[in-house]
């Protein structure tokens, strides 16, 4: 494994850790306040290692969700890593299937984000080891934080609202994401109708908003096709 | 808020959502060769997953009821992350600016008893 490519990947991600490791705070934070252990909460972000979803599903788990909602709730924000995973595979297809397994484990946002941009930039890449250095990095960083949380969020008093900071770690992840019509289309059907549905039963305002506001997107994009089809 | 989750439901669920998760990871890594490609059936609807999720849990936290009726600290508090968000795209001043003004709103303006 080339050392100074593994040194490249831990040195581009440094500057997103600022962002990770609020998040994994947060995460940690989410855990106590759901009632989990700190052999829980850092289990679940060693098993599941998707900080979107481990949120979503500690707030699920705090209100007493029903088993499914909370399972369904994860696996749906975890969908987007599909895009990543064949994205990337390309990239990975010389590699024993050990390796790949590996490498799979560590595909979170950011992992894929700086590798695909290091591989198509230049060829010469050490794939493994600029993968490694960024996704390790940060897998390291995800389980450090998550613990601090935990230890954190049981001596901080209710009355500062510390549960607040989960969807603003989200807030910041939704403006990057709606980065055009369909996707702003999608975002604001999805949240209006979440809240709307806040009441539903099961907990399911979530699932619902998620699923109405995709439909929506996808029926967003349809007509601007048209739309450009028919003008010229 | 703390669950009445036994332990090794807690656990259960953990792992659950670690195998299915890891098997999205793993999907098109593992089976490149046999399956190249995400049908434009599934990847039409899949590049609005994170844009219809992410506000879906955003809103309805952010626009809440209390006691006395609307929650107007995470109203504003929310309102005013959503600026710094758009403006920045930083997690870490999302978080200072709501926070921030979660408090100052709670504690300082508006206190409640």
Known sequence: MNRADFRRGVRDVAPLL???????????????????????AVGMSVIVFAGASQLAALDLIGRDAP???VVLTAVVINLRMLMYSASIAPHFRTFAARVKAGLAYLLTDQAYALS??????ERSVDRVAYYLGVAVTLWTVWQLTTAAGV???T???????LEFAVPLVFLALLVPAMEDGPTTVAGLVGGTVAVVGAGLPLNLG???????????GVRSERSMEVNATDGH | MATSYADPLVWGVVLVIGVLTYAIRLSFIGLFGYLDEIPPRLERPLRYVPAAVLAALVLPAFVTLDASGLAVDKLVAGGLAAVVAWRT???????????????????VLLPTV
């Open chain 2, 89 to 107: 795209e930083n997690v870490f001043a999302t978080m200072a600016a709501g926070m921030g003004t979660l408090w100052l709103v709670r504690f």
């Open chain 1, 206 to 216: 979530l699932l619902v908003g998620a699923s109405v506001g995709i439909a929506a």
């Open chain 1, 116 to 121: 695909i941009a290091s591989y198509r930039g």
């Open chain 1, 67 to 69: 088993l499914s909602v």
């Open chain 1, 151 to 153: 230890l954190l969020g």
């Open chain 1, 18 to 40: 600022l962002g990770v490791a609020p998040f994994g705070l947060v995460a940690g934070i989410a855990a106590a306040n759901a009632g989990l252990d700190l052999t829980q």
């Open chain 1, 155 to 161: 001596g901080v008093p209710d009355a500062w609202g």
